[in-house]
């Protein structure tokens, strides 16, 4: 039986997915008199070089045709139209999202959101999206300390965000582009002694990226100890491993379980007791990939690799579902779209790109 200050919660949900089944959050005392309303929240999630081909059109069949894998992975991904394929790959991006609130970068429709710092890897990406400009001295994936502040230290920095601007991310460069030494944001990678057991004994596939599962709970774990942070940031990882490893399977089917995360994700935060509902949702990407059969990747040899895509939902969003009338979107303006979710003016920041026009 749950206790009436917990109905709404997702604990079932949270259990199933988790490993195991989260702690209870703490009990809030009511208060008597009238309950202020909550400040806005922010989760920001990046799905690593997850292209826009997918996000709006599902598996694709320059992709699927001519791999020996093609007839299985048709079966399980394959529906008669783009909307059907879409909805299979992101049941919550096209059931929810797109209902309530609405995504940016359809190319084949019209639509349109690029890069700008010209080289379409990683750390130029995170740089570019997270502080609001492309910088040019950010030309490799090394972990080298970002010399820019990134619009999560620049938040954490303002009344009523500090030690409440937290992360956590799949690859293991995120406390370097988001500087935590200086900004004192954590980036919880695989310190926290649980997360960083299970990692121990999971497969390590990859050198620099850990499942995305293990950040998916350390991302709820943060949700449900105490108070909650006003911005929390994800970055998952697992899609641009499969595709550099050029298995599109597991590239579709990591895309979907992202899915289901942020769905996970969003609901805990919204149903938070000291959110009730007052959170932005935004989702995007560093950088896109090649097209049909050069999916697997990306680089500045690959400008097709520069087109991605945002996805938002919440308070300030309009529902306007796919948009087609935004066609020239850049990666910079994710910055300024962040802090306007949470009711702040990041554009008093020099030479930073202003907020997409979510209304
Ligand atoms: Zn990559």
């Given at each position: ?257 992202n899915d289901a995360m942020i ?39 690959r400008p097709e690799a520069g ?53």
């Amino acid at each position: 039986m749950i206790p009436g200050h917990l109905r709404g919660w997702t604990i079932p949900m949270l259990c199933a997915a988790a490993l195991a089944c989260a702690p209870a959050p703490a009990v809030v005392p009511s208060t008597p008199g009238p309950v202020a309303d909550p400040p806005p929240h922010l989760l920001l999630v990046t799905l690593d070089g997850l292209r826009w081909q997918e996000v709006f059109g599902g598996a694709d069949s320059l992709v699927l045709r001519g791999r020996a894998d093609s007839a299985e992975l048709t079966r399980a991904w394959w529906r008669p139209t783009r909307e059907a394929r879409r909805a299979e790959l992101l049941p919550f991006l096209w059931g929810e999202v797109a209902r309530r609130g609405q995504l940016i970068g359809d190319r084949e429709a019209g639509g349109g959101m690029r890069v700008t710092n010209g080289k379409y890897f990683s750390y130029p990406g995170y740089n570019e999206l997270l502080t609001g400009r492309a910088d040019g001295r950010v030309d490799s994936n090394d972990k080298i300390a970002n010399p820019n502040v990134t619009v999560l230290e620049w938040l954490a920095r303002r009344p009523g965000f500090a030690g409440r601007v937290v992360a956590a991310s799949s690859w293991d460069a995120f406390p370097w582009i988001i500087n935590t030494d200086r900004s004192g944001i954590p980036v919880e990678a695989g310190q926290d002694s649980v997360i960083a057991r299970m990692a121990e004994l999971l497969p390590r596939l990859w050198k620099e990226t850990r499942f995305d599962l293990l950040t998916h709970r350390s991302a709820l774990d943060r949700l449900w100890a105490g108070e909650p942070p006003r911005v929390l940031y994800v970055a998952l990882g697992e899609t641009d491993e499969w595709a550099h490893d050029g298995n599109y399977g597991r590239y579709l089917d990591a895309a979907r379980r992202n899915d289901a995360m942020i769905r996970e994700l969003y609901q805990a935060f919204a149903g938070h007791p000291a959110v009730r509902g007052n959170v932005a949702l935004i989702v995007t990407v560093d950088h896109g990939r090649g097209d049909g059969p050069l999916w697997t990747d990306h680089g500045r040899d690959r400008p097709e690799a520069g087109w991605v895509w945002l996805a938002a939902l919440g308070p300030g969003v309009a529902a306007r579902g796919a948009r087609t009338d935004v066609r020239d979107a850049t990666l910079a303006q994710v910055a300024a779209t962040a802090a306007a979710a949470l009711g702040e003016d990041y554009t008093v920041v020099p030479a930073v790109a202003g907020p997409l026009p979510l209304r």
